[in-house]
């Protein structure tokens, strides 16, 4: 929450007497406060223009730095009959969140120090001066104003506890600044009473008006698609971690040369039934438990064999024959895996060219047809196929074609060629995964094949070693069989580790689509309808008792939710109101935010300030109700109104008011006056 | 039999490249004649063929670059009848004007396409870097210079 409660103005003049300090001070309290004159040119305006100045909001007055203020800060000062030129102006202005107190000193006219930078004392206004306080230099208006650490805006940002969101802007997602939230809060007598937001600065935030009014009343829109956006990148940090795994099983099983089936490259949920669905499989589609109890058989077998060379001859023999014979069916069968990788990998290569090219014209085709749309919003006559000369309708092309022959647009085009690059994406996938199958096929015949050679060689030695001798090829058998188990073993260890973690990523897939499912699917949840619903009947109840005549029937109003601007019959309020019945729309719409956001615990700092509420022809009865629904309102909000009591009747109807329940600021002929020597 | 019966042909639609779209074609060369061109002076006919041909290719256009940044051998140019066609359709349509000295300038219908075209930082995005870095440093004297002395090469006596 935001509360002002002092402001302190100087303006040194060259007035030699009593130092020549002219000023306002004055403090501001809860609930209703008035800056009251009986003539309408003594600076109420110029007052509430230092309030906005100092809180570096100024852009909503119309302009950046001290430019928008009114000369008496600038150049000269009246007093009386006589006119002072001004040497140096600064604004004090203490704010309070609810918890701490500080004050900001920002400087209008000085000489040497920009009116960009805004000083922020950590105490009361009395006490700068008095005692030792901290205090910090902080800029505006510059990039990063709003973010930077030593920006003042962002200071204000965190000391108001306001969660500002970040919006879609023209450029890259920017926060919602501050000035076009309190666009809203602030109402000028220069401009801001010409329309809802009239003083909203152009920032080139998306919907800006609909944002303030969402973040002011607490609308949750904003925060599901946020919160959207959350679980979407949770999704994908599943989908590439997913990813990163089951290339990791897949590299696994290559060197084990075996092959994984029965997983999917995309997440999924996966019970336990689909887990043990997952099979590891050899090179010779069994399998790896198979595998290995086929190991063990042969491991046994081969034990029971007689170990002397001379018992088992001929077995050997036959056996050498087979080895050699499988030695060079692999050996054939390598050379073919070789020839067909080298065929898939031009492939590849020549897809891959292709979809450059293809890519590129896809690219230019796009291009083309913005072109077209950019053409047709200049005017341009060939953009909409009609020939400028003759204004006959001409075919989309630059080539001679024969008359009659039709031409595809360039949407057929970009049909035609997005067709193309699927092709060739799935022509480059088919044959990627091809060579991929042939590089573990390969692993496996070099793998085979070293081990065969090496068996032969050893059942040669074994068959020309003395009879009585022991068989190394048995010994070398079980070996092998054993380095072979214990690679699959290994194979097998390893994949159900990796298949344990997809389990758990599986689980967190599972929770992050039910996240997904709770958003509701309208983006407009029930507590923002009871919201929305909430500001609608402020809004219409503040109207009544404004007497907002311009409508007939209050049925028709609406503030409907996709722009958060009041509407009757679905068209602009505006346009149908009378002068001032569209000050008092201005009146019900900045009441009923802050209405709303007390009920429903908004976000809207709770300050509001009207320079001259009564504008046009609002009469003194409507003031009063004005006036009544402020005293209304909670004590914890404060409103500040500039007003001219130019008239008995409301000069009656504000002397009336309880003592307490408004503080009146009156101001004499001028709101700046000749300080006395201790400077108040 | 068959002559009872009357068999049409219905002609498939052509594709077009998207370099012979009229609109395309003509985007660009209003956007040649902004990028690379002084001020008033415009753009000659050499200059905005040399430019258009160059853009379709990025081998011909590193030459060009090169070719005014350093004085390397021009590219080969191809005069490609689509940007004459290209050209008088922007005529027509009021988009360039045609200075009494021959040149191409961009009217302030051209100049409003220009600057939306500009504005959108995703339409023709690697155009106008090469457009930048050709900005404008190809002179007509420099291709004036070049047709001399081709003529002076191969002319016949």
Not at chain 1, 73 to 97: C, H, M, P, R
Not at chain 1, 646 to 665: C, D, M, P, V
Not at chain 2, 5 to 25: H, L, Q
Request: net charge negative; glycine share 4%.
């Amino acid at each position: 929450m935001l509360k002002i409660n002092r402001l302190h103005i100087e303006i040194k003049t060259d007035n030699l007497h009593q130092g020549g300090i002219y000023g306002f001070d004055a403090s501001f309290t809860d609930g209703l406060n008035f800056i009251a004159s009986s003539e309408n040119t003594s600076g109420k305006s110029s007052v509430i223009e230092a309030i906005i100045y100092c809180l570096g909001l100024e852009q909503i007055i119309g302009g950046k730095n001290e430019h928008v203020l009114t000369s008496a800060y600038k150049t000269q000062i009246k007093d009386e009959d006589k006119t002072w030129n001004v040497l140096e102006s600064g604004a004090f202005l203490e704010i309070s969140n609810g918890k701490e107190v500080v004050t900001i000193f920002r400087t209008i006219v000085k000489d040497g120090r920009d009116p960009r930078l805004v000083t922020v004392y950590k105490c009361d206004y009395e006490s700068i001066g008095k005692m030792r306080v901290d205090y910090e230099d902080m800029y505006l208006h510059d990039g990063g104003a709003a973010t930077n650490e030593r920006g003042f805006h962002n200071y204000l940002e965190s000391f108001l506890q306001l969660k500002l969101p970040v919006v879609q802007t023209s450029g890259n997602d920017q926060k919602l600044y501050l000035q076009t939230i309190f666009s809203g809060l602030f109402i000028e007598q220069k401009h801001g009473w010409a329309d809802i937001f009239s003083g909203m600065p152009y920032l080139g935030i998306k919907d800006a008006k609909k944002r303030v009014v969402e973040f002011l009343i607490g609308l949750d829109t904003y925060k599901i698609s946020k919160e959207r956006d959350k679980l979407r990148a949770e999704k994908n940090e599943i989908i590439s971690e997913w990813k990163k795994i089951i290339s990791e099983i897949n590299q696994i099983a290559n060197m084990g040369s075996c092959t994984v089936s029965g997983i999917s490259v995309h997440p999924q949920i996966m019970s336990e039934k689909e887990r043990s669905n997952i099979f590891v499989s050899t090179i010779n589609k069994k399998t790896i438990d198979e595998a290995i109890v086929e190991l063990n058989r042969a491991h046994d077998f081969i034990k029971r064999r007689q170990p002397k060379v001379v018992d088992n001859f001929d077995e050997l023999n036959e056996e050498l024959s087979e080895i050699e014979k499988t030695i060079e069916e692999l050996e054939k069968k390598y050379g073919e895996c070789q020839y067909q990788e080298i065929i898939s990998k031009a492939a590849v290569e020549q897809a891959s060219r292709s979809l450059e090219i293809v890519n590129r014209d896809l690219r230019n085709n796009k291009d083309a047809v913005k072109l077209q749309k950019m053409g047709a919003t200049s005017g341009c006559q060939i953009s909409v196929n009609i020939c400028p000369v003759c204004n006959q309708s001409i075919q989309d092309s630059l080539l001679h074609i024969g008359q009659n022959v039709p031409v595809m647009s360039v949407e057929e085009n970009i049909r035609h060629l997005e067709g193309q690059k699927e092709i060739l994406e799935f022509d480059i996938n088919s044959h990627k995964s091809n060579i991929e199958n042939l590089t573990v096929i390969q692993n496996d015949i070099r793998e085979r094949l070293v081990t065969l050679r090496k068996l032969a060689q050893t059942i040669r030695s074994d068959l020309f070693s003395t009879e009585t001798e022991w068989s190394e090829t048995i010994v070398h058998k079980l070996v092998d069989i054993e380095t072979c188990i214990r690679k699959y073993e290994q194979v097998k260890l390893q994949v159900s580790m990796k298949i344990d973690s997809i389990m758990e990523l599986s689980a967190s897939w599972k929770i992050n689509k039910e996240e997904f499912a709770k958003l509701p699917n309208k983006s407009i949840s029930p507590l923002d309808l009871e919201r929305m619903g909430t500001f609608k009947s402020n809004f219409i109840k503040n109207l009544r008792r404004y007497k907002y005549k311009s409508a007939p029937d209050f049925y028709a109003i609406d503030i409907p939710i996709d722009t958060c601007l009041p509407t009757i019959d679905g068209f602009d309020m505006k346009f149908d109101s009378s002068a001032s019945d569209n000050i008092r729309i201005i009146w019900s719409f900045t009441m009923a935010l802050l209405q709303t956001s007390i009920e429903m615990n908004g976000n809207h700092p709770g300050v509001i300030i009207f320079d001259e509420p009564a504008q046009h022809s609002i009469v003194t009865s409507d003031m009063e109700s004005l006036i009544k629904s402020v005293l209304e309102l909670n004590d914890s909000s404060q409103v500040i109104m500039g007003i001219t009591l130019n008239n008995e009747e409301l000069k009656n109807s504000i002397e009336k008011l309880q003592r307490g329940t408004a503080n009146i600021i009156e101001i004499g002929e001028r709101a700046f006056t000749l300080f006395n020597a201790n400077g108040i | 039999m068959i002559n009872n019966y009357e068999v049409i042909f219905d002609a498939k639609p052509d594709a077009v490249p998207y370099n012979y779209r009229i609109s395309y074609k003509v985007s660009q060369i209003c956007l040649i004649i902004d990028m690379t061109s002084w001020g008033k002076t415009g753009c000659s006919p050499i200059k905005l063929h040399m430019i258009s041909f160059a853009l379709s290719s990025k081998e011909i256009m590193d030459k060009l670059l090169s070719f005014a940044h350093e004085n390397a051998e021009p590219p080969l140019i191809r005069f490609d009848p689509a940007v004459n066609k290209a050209v008088s359709f922007a005529i027509a349509d009021g988009l360039i004007l045609q200075s009494n000295k021959g040149k191409y300038v961009l009217s302030d219908k051209g100049k409003t396409l220009v600057k939306k075209i500009k504005e959108d930082t995703q339409v023709l995005v690697a155009e106008k870097i090469d457009l930048k870095n050709l900005s404008k440093k190809l002179s007509d004297e420099r291709i004036k210079k070049l047709s001399e002395l081709w003529r002076s090469k191969y002319a016949e006596n």
